[in-house]
T-cell receptor, first 115, second 113 residues
Framework: NAGVTQTPKFQVLKTGQSMTLQCAQD?????MYWYRQDPGMGLRLIYY???????DKGEVPNGYNVSRLNKREFSLRLESAAPSQTSVYFC??????????????FGSGTRLTVV | RKEVEQDPGPFNVPEGATVAFNCTYS??????FFWYRQDCRKEPKLLMS???SGNEDGRFTAQLNRASQYISLLIRDSKLSDSATYLC??????????????FGSGTQLTVLP
């Protein structure tokens, strides 16, 4: 089925470990995003990529890096995980001219716990 | 002040009730407005876009007041399946020409039998 695929769905890390969250979309969307969701905080933008080859910081980029590998894939890397990065991470994509009618398409999320 | 503010609830209403959610946004340059629905431990999904003139989709009605920077969502004849968290979302076009969505923290609705 067409959509946004995130891996892994669950992950437990020890403080200081690194990992990469993977995201791929098959809808030929130009823009891709990474959000984190914490209780009472809503979704907050970490990084986004307006198009292949470009990335920009969002509201909460510290402690993260991203790579827009190609038009389909946008990965999020935690170089040295901290307990404050315990959260649910969502990847999303959108076609620029369709955001009003169709909104963003989100992946099912990655639940990350850092101990 | 948060960019998008919502009453977190929870709203507990009986089946068949009418319930209204309100949302305010702080950036007057916000261009597009949406309501998303998020079920427990699931991803957000677009419920409806909010047009300047207001719009209706079945039992759902959305209103926008740009002067007051206020958005509302009305749900009539509530169903058990409406139980979810409702997210108010506003959009700006960033310098990278990518639309950025700013999410409210959500209003939790539980419809009771």
């Amino acid at each position: 089925n067409a959509g946004v695929t995130q891996t892994p769905k669950f992950q437990v890390l020890k403080t200081g470990q690194s990992m990469t969250l993977q995201c791929a979309q098959d809808m030929n969307h130009n823009s891709m995003y990474w959000y984190r969701q914490d209780p009472g905080m809503g979704l907050r933008l970490i990084y986004y990529s307006a198009s292949e080859g470009t990335t920009d910081k969002g509201e909460v980029p510290n402690g993260y890096n991203v790579s827009r590998l190609n038009k389909r894939e946008f990965s999020l890397r935690l170089e040295s995980a901290a307990p404050s990065q315990t959260s649910v991470y969502f990847c999303a994509s959108v076609s620029g001219d369709r955001v009003f009618n169709y909104g963003y398409t989100f992946g099912s999320g990655t639940r990350l716990t850092v101990v | 002040r948060k960019e998008v503010e919502q009453d977190p609830g929870p709203f507990n209403v009986p089946e068949g009730a009418t319930v209204a959610f309100n949302c305010t946004y702080s950036n007057s340059a916000s261009q597009s407005f949406f309501w998303y629905r998020q079920d427990c431990r699931k991803e957000p999904k677009l419920l409806m876009s909010v047009y300047s003139s207001g719009n209706e989709d079945g039992r759902f009605t959305a209103q926008l007041n740009r002067a007051s920077q206020y958005i509302s969502l009305l749900i009539r004849d509530s169903k058990l399946s409406d139980s979810a968290t409702y997210l108010c979302v506003v959009s700006l076009v960033s310098s990278g020409s990518a639309r950025q969505l700013t999410f409210g923290s959500g209003t939790q609705l539980t419809v009771l039998p």
